[in-house]
């Protein structure tokens, strides 16, 4: 079984360090995403239609709202550190201004200095201390990978923007959807509610967004539980139900597989960082 | 001595709009939201672009207006009521956003709350600083600016050229402003120098690069207003008072030129000014002249609707305003009246 090793939550966004045997299914983040191998069987990863090597050489780097996979090579876990980096903290402490933190290629091919940082985090992250270093650290692990995954490109879309809303169908979708997180809502009379049949629908949602109507209601579900399990007392149960689950099962069902672990083993671990934002 | 204060936080992208109110929403981690905007941008693409930037499980209440003659009396009127949010999303018009402005003034005076203000701009800009400096200083300038030039891509020709002539307008009269402040002088330059560019391509040429240039001409208009308002929009503002309906562009472009010629200028503003606006070595009010006449709009102020007894308060307005006596004023209002 998956487990948490430690999760810090902090103005950055979050870091996680995860024990993971398990596969997780196509998600996506509204943060950049990276992914490191720290010990363990290496593993690969599904972004942007490649097969990414996760072992000590290589890491993956995910753009917001890009879908990915993860998958583990058998039952031996792999021991990773997660990071899922708000784009706004990240142009508040970079001297650019790339705002989507979109990353050039999802494949990184790892150098001393990305390793050396990767290692000091770790360590930081299993020490819950040394917070102000701990979020200089990793804005500094954050860059390396962004300058990384843009070296030898030919051309430069930093500033390329996502033009999720530039249909005002997908708008009204994307709004629809937001209101209802929590309920059962059928992709079916989704479709219909924005004037579309739903073979249409699902084409022109993901032309635009990039990830499905499942994969984006997901996200949405999946950012609320993680709120709601750092933030609030409520049991798991209570917010399995709250945000529409019929059973507890049903949510940890797709907790595990969409964050990675269980939402109990989730709360165990979890706390949140007071590092400074913008870092002064 | 001078104090200078830009204490907005600035986005400026393509398509920034949605993840930067996100963003920014998330950051304050506010949860209830003041949404202003005029009665006519309802159910606009902008609206739902801004309802789209919400978090979820946030709660809004919307503030529609239409008559926008009375704000400060409907600002007092939201102050009273019950309304506590901790944010103020002002969205669309120049006259939304003073009106978010307005509001939130009232909240602080009111409660001793100040909401955070954020103001969405599309074609007409951002607004003047409120005569009453109160409500112009840091009680007033918006937390957070969302510049996005995907807003105003369906902005039309007239509508383009009128915001471009506008901030050229402000730009013009806020670098000639004797108050000393270096950061707004260079703002104002930039922002002429696009506007010049805009003013080229409207008409010819359409895309994001010009919606680039139009805003963010209006930005740095706007931003160049911490020296305060100059005097020919001081005379404009006074004049629509009397004719409400009128284009605001239309009366300042006339009357623009007159001041120049009129007013205390320091040399070496002048010559600055002079060279980027023209190649042409001539003085600062024909060039304006020049520029502002290429463009289709009334010749007059008698034209524009704007009734001759609106001439004497305008001038008394501006009387002793940068070196400009009544008799001045009201000299340049005289021959732009019905043209000389």
């Known amino acids: 079984m998956s487990q948490a090793i430690a999760v810090c939550h902090g103005e950055f966004g979050r870091a996680a360090l995860y024990r993971l045997n398990k596969e997780i299914i196509t998600h996506a983040h509204r943060e950049g995403h990276l992914i490191f191998y720290v010990d363990g069987p290496s593993a690969t990863c599904v972004s942007g239609g490649r097969t990414c090597k996760v072992d000590a050489d290589h890491a993956v780097a995910v753009s917001p709202w890009e879908p990915h996979s993860y998958h583990p090579a058998g039952e031996d876990p792999q021991i990773c550190l997660v990071l899922y980096i708000k784009p706004m903290w990240f142009l508040e402490n970079s001297s650019s201004a790339e705002y989507a933190l979109k990353f050039g290629s999802e494949d990184l091919t790892l150098n001393e200095e990305i390793k050396g940082h990767?290692?000091?985090?770790?360590?930081?992250?299993?020490?819950?201390?040394?917070?102000?270093?701990?979020?200089?650290?990793?804005?500094?692990?954050?860059?390396?990978?962004?300058?990384?995954?843009?070296?030898?490109?030919?051309?430069?879309?930093?500033?390329?923007?996502?033009?999720?809303?530039?249909?005002?169908?997908?708008?009204?979708?994307?709004?629809?959807?937001?209101?209802?997180?929590?309920?059962?809502?059928?992709?079916?009379?989704?479709?219909?509610?924005?004037?579309?049949?739903?073979?249409?629908?699902?084409?022109?949602?993901?032309?635009?967004?990039?990830?499905?109507?499942?994969?984006?209601?997901?996200?949405?579900?999946?950012?609320?539980?993680?709120?709601?399990?750092?933030?609030?007392?409520?049991?798991?149960?209570?917010?399995?139900?709250?945000?529409?689950?019929?059973?507890?099962?049903?949510?940890?069902?797709?907790?595990?597989?969409?964050?990675?672990?269980?939402p109990s083993e989730y709360r165990r671990v979890a706390h949140v960082s007071n590092g400074a934002f913008p870092m002064m | 001595m001078t104090l200078i204060t830009y204490p907005s936080r600035v986005h400026f992208a393509d398509g920034v709009l949605e993840e930067a109110l996100y963003s920014e929403l998330e950051r304050i981690q506010g949860s209830s939201f003041l949404l202003v905007f005029h009665k006519d941008e309802t159910d606009s693409e902008l609206m739902d672009r801004v309802l789209g930037g919400l978090p979820s499980r946030t709660t809004q209440e919307h503030v529609l207006f239409g008559d926008t003659t009375n704000l400060r009396e409907q600002a007092f009127e939201i102050a009273e009521t019950p309304v506590q949010p901790g944010a103020i999303i002002a969205f669309g018009s120049s006259k939304a956003i003073e009106f978010g402005r307005k509001i939130r003034y009232t909240i602080d005076r009111a409660s001793g709350m100040r909401p955070v203000?954020?103001?969405?701009?599309?074609?007409?800009?951002?607004?003047?600083?409120?005569?009453?400096?109160?409500?112009?200083?840091?009680?007033?300038?918006?937390?957070?600016?969302?510049?996005?030039?995907?807003?105003?891509?369906?902005?039309?020709?007239?509508?383009?050229?009128?915001?471009?002539?506008?901030?050229?307008?402000?730009?013009?009269?806020?670098?000639?402003?004797?108050?000393?402040?270096?950061?707004?002088?260079?703002?104002?330059?930039?922002?002429?120098?696009?506007?010049?560019?805009?003013?080229?391509?409207?008409?010819?040429?359409?895309?994001?690069?010009?919606?680039?240039?139009?805003?963010?001409?209006?930005?740095?208009?706007?931003?160049?207003?911490?020296?305060?308002?100059?005097?020919?929009q001081t005379m404009t503002q006074s004049m629509m008072t009397e004719a409400p309906n009128a284009q605001r562009a239309a009366i300042a472009r006339l009357v623009l030129p007159g001041v120049l010629r009129n007013r205390a200028i320091d040399d070496q503003k002048a010559d600055v000014l002079g060279k980027v606006l023209s190649d042409v070595k001539e003085p600062l009010a024909e060039v304006t002249r020049r520029i502002l006449s290429n463009v289709q709009m009334p010749r007059t102020l008698a034209d524009i609707g704007v009734p001759h007894k609106a001439l004497d308060p305008a001038a008394e307005s501006v009387a002793g305003q940068s070196g400009l006596t009544f008799l001045q004023a009201r000299a340049v209002l005289e021959e732009v009246y019905e043209g000389a």
């Open chain 2, 117 to 232: 203000l954020f103001g969405i701009p599309a074609i007409d800009g951002l607004p003047d600083p409120c005569h009453r400096k109160i409500e112009s200083k840091q009680a007033g300038l918006p937390s957070v600016i969302i510049c996005d030039p995907t807003v105003i891509m369906g902005a039309g020709e007239g509508e383009s050229r009128e915001a471009a002539m506008m901030s050229l307008i402000r730009c013009v009269e806020a670098y000639l402003s004797a108050t000393y402040n270096p950061p707004a002088d260079g703002i104002a330059l930039d922002g002429l120098s696009r506007c010049l560019t805009s003013l080229h391509k409207i008409g010819e040429k359409v895309g994001l690069d010009l919606c680039r240039d139009v805003m963010a001409a209006g930005l740095n208009a706007f931003l160049s207003q911490e020296k305060g308002v100059g005097p020919a």
């Open chain 1, 118 to 262: 990767l290692n000091r985090l770790t360590c930081l992250l299993l020490d819950h201390e040394g917070e102000a270093k701990f979020d200089s650290l990793l804005f500094a692990l954050t860059k390396a990978c962004f300058d990384l995954s843009w070296a030898g490109s030919e051309t430069d879309y930093r500033g390329q923007i996502y033009d999720r809303f530039s249909d005002y169908r997908v708008r009204r979708s994307l709004r629809l959807i937001q209101e209802s997180v929590g309920e059962d809502m059928e992709m079916e009379e989704l479709a219909r509610n924005v004037g579309l049949s739903r073979p249409h629908f699902f084409k022109l949602f993901k032309q635009y967004t990039g990830v499905t109507p499942n994969v984006y209601m997901n996200t949405l579900r999946s950012e609320r539980a993680i709120e709601e399990l750092l933030n609030s007392d409520k049991t798991v149960t209570d917010i399995a139900f709250d945000l529409g689950f019929s059973s507890q099962a049903s949510f940890t069902r797709f907790f595990s597989s969409n964050v990675g672990i269980a």
